[in-house]
């Protein structure tokens, strides 16, 4: 009897397939077929081999293996099976996210390959009646060099014509793989700082590749050389042919933190994002899975890619939101990080000036091993934070006339100013001051904001937007004005008053183009004196060495949300945007404009202290039973009525209250209409985060069995960032 294989598809579906393996066909866990599915043909996965199909089913046989070994190597194999598990998303769409689009399409595992021609005889040996034959081997000698076909095409030519000459012996192919390996920086020899005692001290105390799986949280307040020291690690503890992930929040905005690696160890480093394109996705991951001794920097899903030979993990801005991912299959990839350092045997490294509470928790707990850095490198000392009450201030575009004094002294002093405004657009909303109208947006339970560059009113929820208009369009009143303060706005009053230093905005909408934030980062470098104003962009991990002042519009935004983890954010946001001060040579200010300057949060985040702060949050979590000391998950429905979620979420909760399990809800979500669509959620909360598995399983596998009506949609979100 010929065997059967359990295959993966890339279906969002909590199931797998089975097929017929044909004879003499070697199939291993992790292989791609391909299969037939309904009346087309399908990628697969192959999960398992030797299985019993359930009676009474036909299985259809598996056309073919896509290739003589596994796509996903047994550790990446075991990795997403675990997250499969862990997050509730299905197997079949958790294992396809490690591979590349190309291969998700069932397209060959290799290289593209690029073919260049080089002349080799004499245009003098084509003959007369082949004149454009003779004039491409002329114009191929005269640029001596290799062309590719598109090159010849550009050039007036046609493959007929290359081939005609090849038959002659006149040209020769050359094939290159399509993507060269990135050449090294143009720095690469640049002598890099040698370690300060402080960095050198906490170098020494990270778990290190000869010692096996290891956690080691790094807290190093802001511009204390954390970079440095993971290049010292990485050049001192990995072997010539091993490999390591280094991941960071958001490439794009650090393109130093690359050149940086590359300046160490040059054509090692590949990089992974969302801007690559599917060649060089297709590219890199080859690289990985060939077991190349790279180096990767990479975003979020670099955790999931095929490394065969990984000795060494770091995850740099640890703290940070967008390593959860927001929608799908919603992993942390910091969180399988960690998971895939112990599946590896080998260490993983935490950084942050702002560390998670989940992983401090887990240093406090010894898990975790803590090495504390609180000095800055260099000559730098840590900025001096304030607070400005500007409860009876008048304000200019949001800002008090001594933050207006404070920017325009380090101007006049030939340094920069860095203003912090936490949206992004010209006002959160536009109200009309006769009849009171403000403008929602038709699509959801929020208001539109204004963004005036664009004369447009956009919601920053949904993908809605509109003309702005005068007037207001209820009451038809001139008195209709922008409410709040945008960085368009900001931008705006900064000009006025500065109007002989450049300001520059960094934001979405200002670094949509490729390269701008290059280009923006580059003239800030130059040390100008300037005002940057922007949102979050600008508080990660950036080096403005030129940098000394910088001002929180406001810090009200966060202090008191109804979300648990809203103070955590508040503060490690203010801390890493005060952290862009003071880096260089002279010491930095940091001014931080609230209505509440007697906020006990506030109060000592002046004394900047991080660790004394995430010991009251923490505190103030345990005696609320959330995480970390409760596992949380959160089932959330979506419909095109609220009472419709509201209904299937009622449905489930008898199932979600057992023992050792709290729910609370169902709730409708903050902003329950979003693009239309109706949203709710139920919190569940236990101390046992096995039971808590069990119980979302238990729901889901009910909910498959379930004709759900038509429009209801549920999912889950394992340890949520948002909660609302
Ligand atoms: N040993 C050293 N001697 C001199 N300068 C150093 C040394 N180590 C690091 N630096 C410089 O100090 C600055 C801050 O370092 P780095 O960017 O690595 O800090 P960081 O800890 O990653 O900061 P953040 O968390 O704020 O992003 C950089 O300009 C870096 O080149
Ligand atoms: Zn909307």
Not at 44 to 54: I, K
């Amino acid at each position: 009897m010929s065997s059967t294989a359990r295959i993966a598809l890339n279906r969002p579906l909590r199931r797998l397939f089975d097929y017929r393996i044909p004879d003499g066909t070697p199939l291993v866990p992790g292989q791609r077929v391909r299969v037939p599915f309904g009346r087309q043909q399908a990628t697969g996965l192959v999960v398992e081999t030797g299985v019993t199909p359930p009676p009474g089913i036909t299985v259809k046989p598996i056309l073919s293996a896509l290739e003589s070994w596994p796509a996903l190597p047994s550790e990446t194999f075991r990795l997403l099976s675990w997250a499969s598990d862990y997050y509730q998303h299905p197997l079949g769409e958790c294992l396809f996210t490690a591979l590349p689009v190309a291969l998700r399409k069932g397209r060959p595992a290799e290289q593209k390959q690029v073919t260049q021609w080089r002349a080799i005889g004499d245009p003098a040996e084509v003959p007369a009646g082949a004149p454009r034959q003779r004039a491409l081997l002329e114009w191929l000698s005269g640029i001596g060099k290799s062309a590719s076909d598109q090159e010849i095409i550009q050039a007036g030519f046609t493959r007929q014509q290359v081939k005609a000459l090849l038959e002659k012996n006149l040209v020769q192919a050359n094939t290159t793989p399509a993507q060269p390996a990135i050449a090294p920086h143009p720095d690469y020899d640049q002598q890099s700082p040698t370690l300060s005692e402080a960095q050198t001290r906490a170098a020494e105390q990270l778990a290190r590749p000869a010692e096996g799986f290891g956690a080691s949280l790094l807290y190093g307040i802001t511009g204390s050389g954390k970079t440095e020291i993971y290049l010292h690690y990485l050049k001192q503890h990995l072997g010539r042919d091993e490999q390591a992930l280094v991941l960071v929040p958001e490439i794009n905005l650090t393109p130093q933190t690359v050149a940086r690696f590359q300046r160490y160890f040059g054509t090692r480093i590949v990089v992974w994002h969302s801007a690559l394109n599917d060649g060089e996705r297709l590219s890199t991951w080859l690289k990985v899975r060939n077991g190349e001794p790279v180096i990767l920097i990479g975003t979020r899903s670099a955790v999931l890619l095929p490394f065969t030979r990984l000795r060494a993990i770091i995850v740099d801005e640890e703290h940070d939101s967008s390593y959860k991912q927001g929608e799908g299959f919603r992993y942390s990839g910091r969180d399988v990080a960690v998971y895939r350092a112990h599946l590896n045997d080998c260490p993983i490294l935490l950084g942050s000036a702002t560390p998670s509470l989940e992983s401090y928790y887990n240093a406090q707990q010894q898990k975790y091993q803590l090495t504390r850095l609180e000095q800055r490198a260099g000559q730098a000392r840590p900025p001096e934070i304030s607070l400005l009450d500007i409860r009876s201030r008048p304000l200019d575009g949001g800002l008090s006339q001594p933050a207006l004094g404070a920017i325009r002294k380090t101007l006049e002093r030939g340094q920069q100013a860095l203003v912090f405004v936490n949206r992004r657009g010209f006002a959160p909303v536009m109200m009309c001051f006769d009849c009171g109208h403000m403008v929602d947006c038709p699509r959801c339970d929020t208001r539109l904001t204004y963004h005036r560059r664009d004369r447009a009113m956009r919601c920053h929820h949904c993908d809605y937007q509109t003309a702005a208009t005068e007037q207001c369009p209820k009451c038809e009143s001139d008195a209709f004005k922008p409410v709040g303060q945008g960085t368009e706005r900001t931008e705006d009053v900064l000009s006025a008053h500065f109007p002989d230093t450049p300001v520059v905005r960094v934001d979405r909408d200002s670094t949509q183009r490729k390269g701008s934030i290059q280009a923006i980062l580059e003239r800030v470098n130059t040390g100008e004196p300037c005002v940057l104003v922007g949102t979050q962009m600008l508080a990660k991990g950036h080096d403005f060495p030129g940098v000394t002042l910088v001002v929180v519009v406001n810090a009200d935004g966060g202090l008191f949300s109804v979300d648990f983890r809203a103070p955590e954010q508040l503060i490690q946001t203010l801390l890493q945007v005060s952290g862009r001060a003071g880096r260089g040579a002279h010491a930095g200010q940091v001014l931080v404009q609230t209505c509440h300057s007697d906020h006990p949060l506030l109060k000592t985040l002046c004394e900047g202290r991080y660790l004394d702060i995430a010991d009251q949050l923490l505190a103030e979590r345990e005696s609320g039973q959330f995480p970390p000391f409760r596992a949380m998950a959160i089932f959330r429905a979506e419909a095109d009525t609220m009472e419709k979620a509201l209904q299937l979420l009622d449905q489930i909760k008898p199932m979600a209250q057992t023992t050792g399990v709290e729910v609370w809800g169902p709730l409708p979500a903050l902003i329950a209409r979003r693009a239309d669509r109706y949203r709710a959620q139920l919190v569940l909360n236990s101390d046992n985060r096995k039971r808590l598995n069990h119980v979302l399983k238990g729901i889901c596998t009910h909910l498959d069995q379930q004709r759900l009506p038509g429009n209801v949609k549920w999912m889950i979100d394992v340890d949520p960032q948002e909660t609302g």
